[in-house]
């Protein structure tokens, strides 16, 4: 295919951003060359050096086996890594930048696991043919004086210039190599804003159930990269509607509820995908905590619908059943601990300022707020701000101002007591002292009696607190609270 003025800009683009990484470029082309093997920047890294967004995490492809790898650049090298080893990577250590060298790939598939039989290859072509997209299946030469002539020969550049995924063999193939490829195509609609071709979208459709052949450890890797992309809504869209979120997330689809005639309320998917691009409209840097709360925050909505006798609808306790599936579905797909409790505390809170009115909230229930949300409290300000989703413009701007007016609140309390570390008035030992008992049950009882009234009334002076304290005790005596 002959180059066109836009190939022309893009290949210009991509230039300026591989001298950028001139020096390091040059180094390790002297030394391959030397070696009297052959080179190549490679994947993701010439499809972003051609959008000009290259960053220094670079990949290469070479000849040399892996163990020759090693011996070309250690003595250059600062560190090197063979976790990749067994599929022919080498990692590579220099001036606090890191890279990746593999050797030239001729995989085969069993079309069961998504496991390869590593084979080695003799040439670059056949390495590119294996990739999963062709805008994945440029090259760049690299030599001593750097980066040298570009290698298309699956019309990448085209690809990039018409803002495509396709596959280098038919997507049936390629998919069902790697089934991890076709949510891979959903993360790349998010993060190059890219769209796919019909083919491919045929083929997901056609192959989605095969995503159960991957491990859930690697599912949940792609779904956090698409929701950290520029365009996360577009990613899900597509994993959605082609089958994949049935496979790897159901409740995102599930919340696509019909609405009938004589039942109103809005499509819970959509007010989802809106709720999440407002959220990262108040983002400072990505926010993947955030952004999964986002989109899940309402999932407890279908499980939960009722119809009302005046033809409205309800979802009593959403956000209760909502946490209990969020930490039901990021427990199967292997969260850590602290994400599950993070995501799921923010659905469970996410609806609790519905209940402040005009400000009619006690300083008591302010606390309440701030201490349930702990460290979350930031993230929990931007989801409840970016659920107002209201065509009704009155209305939202008295929601926006009553969350204003809560957040002065909460400032205000701040400055008379430490809200973020809202803990009794008396520690451990001395309502032990106090009470003449031993450590055990009904210290934590005590405890926590203290820490109500601290949440109720504010910090008490030590006398209070003792004076409540020695109350409770004498009206509940010795008996289990």
């Not at 295919?1 to 190939?7: G, I």
């Not at 993060?191 to 599912?219: C, K, S």
């Not at 309402?298 to 956000?319: L, M, N, Q, W, Y």
């Amino acid at each position: 295919m002959s180059e066109t003025p836009q190939d022309v800009e893009l290949l210009a683009r991509a230039l300026v951003e591989l001298n950028r990484q001139g020096e390091l470029l040059g180094e390790l082309g002297a030394l391959f060359a030397a070696a009297g093997r052959e080179l190549y920047l490679v994947g993701g890294s010439v499809r972003d050096a051609v959008l000009g967004r290259l960053t220094t995490d670079l990949d290469f492809t070479t000849d040399a086996r892996p163990e020759q790898v090693q011996r070309i650049v250690r003595p250059w090298a600062d560190a090197l890594w063979d976790t990749g080893i067994d599929f022919g990577t080498v990692g590579v250590g220099k001036a606090g930048q890191r890279v990746e060298i593999t050797t030239f790939r001729a995989d085969s598939y069993d079309q069961v696991s998504r496991h390869p039989q590593v084979h080695y290859g003799d040439n670059l072509e056949d390495d590119l043919v294996r990739r999963d997209f062709t805008v994945n299946a440029m090259a760049v030469r690299i030599t001593a004086d750097g980066p040298g002539e570009f290698i298309d020969p699956l019309d990448g550049l085209a690809a990039v210039r018409m803002r495509v995924l396709d596959t280098p063999a038919k997507p049936s193939v390629s998919f069902g190599d790697d089934p991890l490829r076709m949510l891979r195509a959903a993360r790349f609609v998010s993060q190059l804003q890219f769209g796919v071709a019909d083919r491919v979208r045929q083929a997901i459709e056609e192959m989605a159930p095969q995503l159960a052949r991957i491990t859930v450890e690697r599912i949940a890797v792609e779904l956090d990269k698409m929701l950290l992309g520029a365009d996360p809504v577009a990613g899900i869209d597509l994993m959605v509607q082609t089958g994949m979120g049935e496979v790897v997330l159901p409740e995102i689809g599930g919340m696509q509820m019909a609405i009938d005639e004589h039942h109103q309320h809005k499509d819970v998917y959509q007010h989802s995908l809106t709720v999440l691009r407002q959220a990262m409209a108040l983002e400072d840097d990505p926010d993947l905590v955030l952004r999964w709360a986002a989109l899940l925050h309402d999932i407890g909505k279908p499980a939960t619908r009722e119809h009302e006798p005046d033809g409205g609808v309800s979802f009593h306790h959403h956000e209760v059943v909502g946490a209990k599936m969020v930490r039901k579905r990021m427990r199967a797909l292997k969260y850590s601990k602290q994400m599950v409790d993070d995501v799921s505390q923010l659905v469970y809170l996410h609806l609790r300022f519905h209940g402040y009115g005009d400000g009619k909230w006690t300083d008591a229930a302010v606390r309440r707020y701030v201490a349930d949300a702990g460290p979350l409290l930031p993230k929990l300000h931007k989801l409840v701000r970016a659920d107002c989703t209201t065509r009704n413009k009155r209305r939202a701007a008295r929601l926006q101002a009553n969350y204003d007016d809560l957040e002065t609140r909460i400032a205000e309390l701040a400055a008379k007591e430490d809200l973020a570390r809202v803990r009794p008035d008396l520690d451990g030992d001395e309502i032990m002292q106090l009470l003449d008992i031993p450590p055990g049950p009904q210290v934590g009882q005590a405890w926590r009696f203290l820490k109500e009234l601290r949440l109720d009334r504010g910090p008490l002076s030590r006398e209070e607190a003792t004076a409540e304290l020695l109350s409770w005790w004498n009206e509940k005596g010795s008996r289990s609270v």
